[in-house]
């Protein structure tokens, strides 16, 4: 029981939610309720979800040593000898060559490439990329990125470009976020070796990450204002037209993804909030399923979109 429960720690299963970012071109394409396009979605999230775990593991074998010094990573399966580096390796390349084969046979050959560059970019952070500064940041932008990419392959509809700029700004704060929080709480650590723990960190500064949050958190925010203006959903609606009176504007019926841009406004603030007085960035994830009132404002956000690309009439 114990050796199942390190597997699933080493797996790392609350990661996954980030691969529902697969869903936005179907959601945003309006067909989400095309159960055989979904069908594909659903494989490749599962895909995703595998693959992830597996560039998870490789991660952990060449952090092993660092990982030591870590005031939390410590604990992680192979860093704390729960698991040992040759089972876990080979659980890795059974997860890659098993998804590999599903991608595909099952989705489409477009997400078995996109799959490829994902494995390419998580080996090269695994191996070098995490030890430069800079570099380290786009890396982990990159793989939030390429989720969105492949569920644009999965399911052939394309995203609209400001909700790919709106999606690069967004991952690249995320991935200061999470240098940020993770440099604050070494920072606190009497004799911390930084460049020990992460080689890149050392050449940062706090006021530089608060600078690159600033610049990413507003590029955000109005990358996705200029996305539900321009953008003019479609897909299956039931329709409240005959609730409105004639006299509105025909601009109003055209922007109801605008009301989406409170919760968001709202989701930025509180996970910058959550950075700097809770230092728990490192871990998006974590932030997201610890806050209730992130997630909360996160599930509202889905609702509205959900409600007002399938059943509002713009």
């Not at 998870?56 to 399966?77: A, C, M, S």
């Not at 940041?137 to 052939?156: H, K, N, W």
């Not at 006299?247 to 509180?270: D, E, H, N, Q, S």
């Not at 950075?275 to 509202?300: F, M, N, R, W």
Request: proline residues 3%.
């Amino acid at each position: 029981m114990k050796t199942i429960y390190n597997i699933l720690r080493l797996l790392r299963p609350r990661q996954w939610i980030k691969n529902i970012a697969i869903f936005g071109a179907i959601t945003f394409s309006g067909e989400l309720f095309d159960f055989s396009i979904l069908q594909n979605i659903l494989i490749g999230f599962i895909v995703l979800c595998a693959v992830s775990s597996a560039s998870y593991i490789v991660n952990d074998v060449f952090d092993v040593k660092n990982d030591r010094l870590h005031p939390f990573k410590k604990f992680r399966p192979l860093a704390n000898n729960d698991i040992k580096i040759i089972p876990a390796l080979i659980l890795a390349v059974f997860l890659i060559f098993v998804s590999l084969y599903i991608s595909i046979a099952y989705v489409t050959v477009t997400f078995f490439l996109i799959i490829l560059v994902y494995l390419l970019i998580q080996l090269l952070y695994s191996s070098f990329l995490k030890t430069i500064a800079i570099i380290d940041i786009l890396a982990i932008a990159v793989g939030y990125i390429l989720r969105v990419y492949a569920g644009e392959f999965a399911s052939g509809f394309h995203i609209s470009v400001w909700l790919l700029l709106t999606t690069i700004s967004l991952s690249l704060f995320l991935a200061v976020g999470k240098r940020k929080s993770e440099l604050t709480l070494v920072s606190q650590l009497k004799d911390s070796n930084i460049a020990g723990i992460r080689k890149s960190l050392s050449h940062y500064s706090e006021r530089l990450l608060d600078v690159y949050a600033s610049i990413f958190a507003t590029s955000s925010f109005v990358f996705y204002s200029l996305f539900t203006f321009l953008e003019n959903p479609k897909g299956f609606r039931l329709g409240i037209s005959i609730l409105l009176p004639d006299f509105l504007p025909a601009f109003f019926y055209r922007k109801w993804l605008m009301i989406t841009i409170i919760p968001v406004v709202y989701g930025l603030m509180r996970y910058i909030q959550d950075i700097y007085e809770k230092h728990e960035g490192e871990s998006p994830e974590k932030v997201l399923l610890s806050d209730k009132s992130l997630l909360a404002t996160v599930i509202i956000w889905i609702l509205l979109v959900i409600a007002i690309i399938y059943f509002v009439v713009p």
